[in-house]
């Protein structure tokens, strides 16, 4: 076959319209072999070897190649695991720049690169030839027609992140065409983008779709890597997702998707995991990374080199002190927003990132390459603030630009709500934004990612009807999983027809959803929340690629109800920018208001006191959000301005009348929401100030405070009718 010298720049496999320039980084090889496949599962391999090689990268241009050639590599080298050698010809490599992926890992003793059965494990060589066993790489065409597609540049106050799992999403969805459920074609078709539409998200925050490793224990028990978190391949979207089998369409079925729904103004964020790899710890398989350049991709003991620095939890930690692994993950980066669309990254175990000798460096390598590309410094940036090393915790720590999923918000939301004492301090923080975290070093409220669940944990229906963990579909003896849930049952363990616990239930779900969407900072919601979906007390369904994990959409009364009541909590924050501030609050009047732009009462209409801060018996609090207190402006440079609004909550389990404040004569209120409902709407006069509100034991309301000339409205108006009604019609939302 006719080869040319190529150039060692860019890396990876590039289509030119003539040919395919191929190149592949590897610093302490001896010898590369690119490996071209033909014929039914590519049985027919041709090798070629590289002549050329240039810093370190190897390179060569096939100008009789094209698009759908599957191709691999073998790398040849010492093998040699104490000092962090593991080349091995005899085991296909994956190109990590590779576009596209065809095939399937099937399991056997030939992926490893070592005898897998000897006594002297990974320090013994293997000789079989993993190839027939092995997914190939693709060369891809990159033109796309993609229009007029824009990113949506959905400002950070005014995002609502749905966290979401291609496959889960659609999988059962009854409007969406059979063959599409579950895959990227699934997601754009018209009823998943109409429903994301009328709940009034404004971004989708997928889980990992990079190419993955299902590993093999999971394999040899049938069950599965469903979330994904176990990638291999940081440039190709998984096949698995596709409506389409044919080999490099997968990508253009992803941009279509992107694309879609970008067109319904919905960003489309991406869950990446580039802080290890699929290839597992020293006694893992062989696939990629391992082969190619082991010493300079991983993270290896000083003193003994055959082990792997684990921050992780999965075996391996990525080398990020070394440039052409930071130079990959930048690549992989830049690659997925200018070639693909997407609109931001969600960075698992961010703390491993920043990893320089070996503590987390908070000005580390990464931050400074992110910080300074005129690329990725303009996308949504959000990291999750922890690894499993020591001081990985780094919660409200991470540098300008970056957002951060509040563990410390889901925390201590779940254990007001459930009853706990002694909350009320901090409660106070993680409702305003957390300025105890990111009230320094220019970062801002929404630098604080909300959430009350995740894809990691209870959904919120199982929050509130277990106290305990239930993973036995898992086989690993229900010790897999947090035991840490700050959950409560609301009385009985699990499904009841007990129509006083299920209306527990119901309100606990309104409480804490209304104070998510209530808070200051970036609320995420966990997909399926709004419309009460269970995993029948699984928290950690990370294998369970079934209806456990699966959204049902088979909607009871129950959850329909669920459902309007998110729409109309979603509306109400999109309608009133004091729930959505840039800046923190002052705690003090600002432009001439009559009142404070933040003020906390307690049930009496009085003031929170220190004392009162301090109560451990403490369940009950009011927050004043001044809208005419706001400071801030629209994009037009108008400034802002919105009601006043009055938010009770109270977690003790009996009502608790809250006298409503009183800052000037004449004042009244009027009730907006009141979770104790099914749609959180509730007739009621409006309050004058000093009355009291009747709340009730586990609720929340917000109230309004009325502007301009007061009317009494127990008595309808001849022209406006009652204003409450019109309140109701405002915020109802659609079946």
Same mark, same amino acid.
């Given at each position: 076959?006719?080869?040319?010298?190529?150039?060692?720049?860019?890396?990876?496999?590039?289509?030119?319209?003539?040919?395919?320039?191929?190149?592949?980084?590897?610093?302490?090889?001896?010898?590369?072999?690119?490996?071209?496949?033909?014929?039914?599962? =590519?049985?027919?391999?041709?090798?070629?070897?590289?002549?050329?090689?240039?810093?370190?990268?190897?390179?060569?241009?096939?100008?009789? /190649?094209?698009?759908?050639?599957?191709?691999?590599?073998?790398?040849?080298?010492?093998?040699?695991?104490?000092?962090?050698?593991?080349?091995?010809?005899?085991?296909?490599?994956?190109?990590?720049? &590779?576009?596209?992926?065809?095939?399937?890992?099937?399991?056997?003793?030939?992926?490893? &690169?070592?005898?897998?059965?000897?006594?002297?494990?990974?320090?013994?060589?293997?000789?079989?030839?993993?190839?027939?066993?092995? !997914?190939?790489?693709?060369?891809? +065409?990159? &033109?796309?027609?993609?229009?007029?597609?824009?990113?949506?540049?959905?400002?950070?106050?005014?995002?609502?992140?749905?966290?979401?799992?291609?496959?889960?999403?659609?999988?059962?969805?009854?409007?969406?065409?059979?063959?599409?459920?579950?895959?990227?074609?699934?997601?754009?078709?018209?009823?998943?983008?109409?429903?994301?539409?009328?709940?009034?998200?404004?971004?989708? +925050?997928?889980?990992?779709?990079?190419?993955?490793?299902?590993?093999?224990?999971?394999?040899?028990? =049938?069950?599965?890597?469903?979330?994904?978190?176990?990638?291999?391949?940081?440039?190709?979207?998984?096949?698995?997702?596709?409506?389409?089998?044919?080999?490099?369409?997968?990508?253009?079925?992803?941009?279509?998707?992107?694309?879609?729904?970008?067109?319904?103004?919905?960003?489309?964020?991406?869950?990446?995991?580039?802080?290890?790899?699929?290839? =597992? *710890?020293?006694?893992?398989?062989?696939?990629?990374?391992?082969?190619?350049?082991?010493?300079?991709?991983?993270?290896?003991?000083?003193? *003994?080199?055959?082990?792997?620095?684990?921050?992780?939890?999965?075996?391996?930690?990525?080398?990020?002190?070394?440039?052409?692994?930071?130079?990959? /993950?930048?690549?992989?980066?830049?690659?997925?927003?200018?070639?693909?669309?997407?609109?931001?990254?969600?960075?698992?175990?961010?703390?491993?990132?920043?990893?320089?000798?070996?503590?987390?460096?908070?000005?580390?390598?990464?931050?400074?390459?992110?910080?300074?590309?005129?690329?990725?410094?303009?996308?949504?940036?959000?990291?999750?603030?922890?690894?499993?090393?020591?001081?990985?915790?780094?919660?409200?720590?991470?540098?300008?630009?970056?957002?951060?999923?509040?563990?410390?918000?889901?925390?201590?939301?779940?254990?007001?709500?459930?009853?706990?004492?002694?909350?009320?301090?901090?409660?106070?923080?993680?409702?305003?934004?957390?300025?105890?975290?990111?009230?320094? =070093?220019?970062?801002?409220?929404?630098?604080?990612?909300?959430?009350?669940?995740?894809?990691?944990?209870?959904?919120?229906?199982?929050?509130?009807?277990?106290? &305990?963990?239930?993973?036995?579909? *898992?086989?690993?003896?229900?010790?897999?999983?947090?035991?840490?849930?700050?959950?409560?049952?609301?009385?009985?363990?699990?499904?009841?027809?007990? !129509?006083?616990?299920?209306?527990?239930?119901?309100?606990?779900?309104?409480?804490?959803?209304?104070?998510?969407?209530?808070?200051?900072?970036?609320?995420?919601?966990?997909?399926?929340?709004?419309?009460?979906?269970?995993?029948?007390?699984?928290?950690?369904?990370?294998?369970?690629?079934?209806?456990?994990?699966?959204?049902?959409?088979?909607?009871?009364?129950?959850?329909?109800?669920?459902?309007?009541?998110?729409?109309?909590?979603?509306?109400?924050?999109?309608?009133?920018?004091?729930?959505?501030?840039?800046?923190?609050?002052?705690?003090?009047?600002?432009?001439?208001?009559?009142?404070?732009?933040?003020?906390?009462?307690?049930?009496?209409?009085?003031?929170?006191?220190?004392?009162?801060?301090?109560?451990?018996?403490?369940?009950?609090?009011?927050?004043?959000?001044?809208?005419?207190?706001?400071?801030?402006?629209?994009?037009?440079?108008?400034?802002?301005?919105?009601?006043?609004?009055?938010?009770?909550?109270?977690?003790?389990?009996?009502?608790?009348?809250?006298?409503?404040?009183?800052?000037? !004569?004449?004042?009244?209120?009027?009730?907006?929401?009141?979770?104790?409902?099914?749609?959180?709407?509730?007739?009621?006069?409006?309050?004058?100030?000093?009355?009291?509100?009747?709340?009730?034991?586990?609720?929340?309301?917000?109230?309004?405070?009325?502007?301009?000339?007061?009317?009494?409205?127990?008595?309808?108006?001849?022209?406006?009718?009652?204003?409450?009604?019109?309140?109701?019609?405002?915020?109802?939302?659609?079946?």
């Amino acid at each position: 076959m006719k080869t040319a010298p190529g150039r060692s720049y860019p890396l990876g496999a590039t289509w030119d319209g003539a040919g395919v320039n191929f190149t592949l980084f590897s610093e302490h090889a001896s010898a590369v072999e690119l490996c071209l496949f033909e014929g039914v599962d =590519g049985a027919r391999e041709t090798r070629i070897p590289f002549t050329e090689q240039t810093d370190q990268v190897w390179h060569m241009y096939l100008p009789e /190649i094209r698009p759908g050639q599957r191709y691999g590599y073998r790398v040849h080298g010492p093998f040699d695991p104490a000092n962090g050698h593991r080349f091995n010809p005899a085991k296909l490599l994956r190109d990590p720049y &590779a576009k596209a992926v065809d095939g399937a890992i099937r399991w056997c003793d030939a992926l490893f &690169a070592y005898q897998v059965r000897s006594g002297d494990a990974d320090l013994s060589r293997d000789e079989q030839d993993s190839a027939p066993w092995v !997914p190939k790489s693709v060369v891809i +065409e990159p &033109a796309f027609t993609w229009g007029d597609d824009r990113p949506p540049r959905i400002p950070w106050t005014d995002t609502i992140i749905y966290e979401m799992h291609v496959r889960g999403f659609t999988a059962q969805h009854p409007e969406v065409p059979g063959p599409l459920r579950g895959t990227y074609a699934g997601l754009a078709a018209a009823p998943a983008i109409e429903y994301l539409r009328a709940l009034g998200i404004t971004a989708v +925050e997928l889980l990992p779709i990079h190419e993955f490793v299902i590993d093999r224990h999971l394999a040899e028990r =049938g069950l599965t890597n469903y979330w994904g978190y176990n990638s291999l391949s940081f440039f190709a979207p998984s096949a698995r997702y596709a409506s389409t089998r044919r080999p490099g369409e997968v990508v253009d079925e992803f941009k279509t998707m992107v694309k879609t729904l970008h067109r319904a103004g919905i960003e489309v964020l991406l869950d990446v995991v580039y802080n290890h790899t699929g290839e =597992g *710890n020293h006694l893992g398989p062989t696939l990629s990374f391992r082969g190619i350049d082991n010493a300079s991709y991983y993270r290896l003991v000083p003193d *003994n080199r055959r082990y792997y620095m684990d921050y992780t939890g999965c075996g391996n930690s990525l080398n990020m002190m070394h440039p052409r692994t930071l130079q990959l /993950i930048m690549d992989s980066l830049r690659y997925w927003v200018q070639e693909m669309h997407v609109d931001g990254f969600r960075f698992d175990l961010a703390s491993a990132l920043a990893r320089e000798l070996h503590d987390v460096d908070r000005l580390g390598a990464f931050f400074d390459i992110v910080h300074q590309d005129p690329i990725i410094s303009q996308v949504k940036l959000i990291a999750e603030p922890w690894d499993l090393g020591a001081g990985g915790y780094q919660v409200g720590n991470f540098p300008v630009l970056w957002a951060e999923w509040n563990d410390k918000y889901r925390d201590t939301t779940r254990r007001y709500w459930k009853g706990d004492g002694d909350q009320l301090p901090e409660l106070g923080f993680r409702l305003t934004g957390s300025s105890d975290l990111y009230g320094r =070093g220019g970062r801002r409220p929404f630098a604080s990612i909300n959430f009350i669940t995740a894809h990691d944990g209870f959904t919120l229906h199982d929050l509130v009807s277990y106290n &305990a963990k239930h993973n036995q579909a *898992n086989q690993e003896g229900d010790r897999d999983g947090t035991d840490t849930n700050h959950s409560w049952n609301c009385g009985v363990e699990g499904p009841t027809s007990d !129509p006083a616990v299920q209306a527990l239930r119901q309100r606990q779900m309104r409480n804490l959803l209304a104070t998510l969407l209530l808070s200051q900072g970036v609320p995420m919601l966990c997909g399926g929340d709004e419309i009460g979906r269970t995993q029948q007390g699984n928290n950690n369904a990370y294998c369970q690629d079934s209806a456990l994990s699966w959204v049902d959409w088979a909607l009871d009364r129950h959850r329909h109800d669920l459902l309007r009541f998110t729409r109309t909590l979603i509306r109400l924050r999109r309608d009133h920018p004091v729930l959505r501030r840039r800046q923190f609050f002052h705690g003090r009047p600002i432009h001439g208001s009559a009142i404070e732009d933040l003020a906390w009462f307690r049930p009496d209409g009085k003031e929170m006191t220190d004392e009162a801060w301090r109560d451990p018996l403490g369940r009950c609090i009011g927050l004043r959000l001044a809208g005419d207190a706001l400071t801030e402006v629209d994009a037009t440079g108008r400034r802002l301005r919105d009601d006043t609004l009055l938010v009770l909550l109270n977690a003790y389990h009996e009502p608790i009348p809250f006298v409503v404040p009183a800052h000037r !004569p004449g004042v009244r209120w009027e009730l907006v929401l009141d979770t104790r409902t099914r749609d959180g709407l509730r007739r009621h006069r409006p309050l004058k100030g000093g009355e009291a509100y009747d709340l009730a034991g586990r609720c929340l309301a917000v109230l309004r405070l009325r502007r301009g000339r007061q009317i009494d409205t127990t008595v309808p108006h001849p022209r406006r009718g009652r204003h409450h009604d019109a309140t109701a019609r405002e915020y109802s939302g659609g079946g």
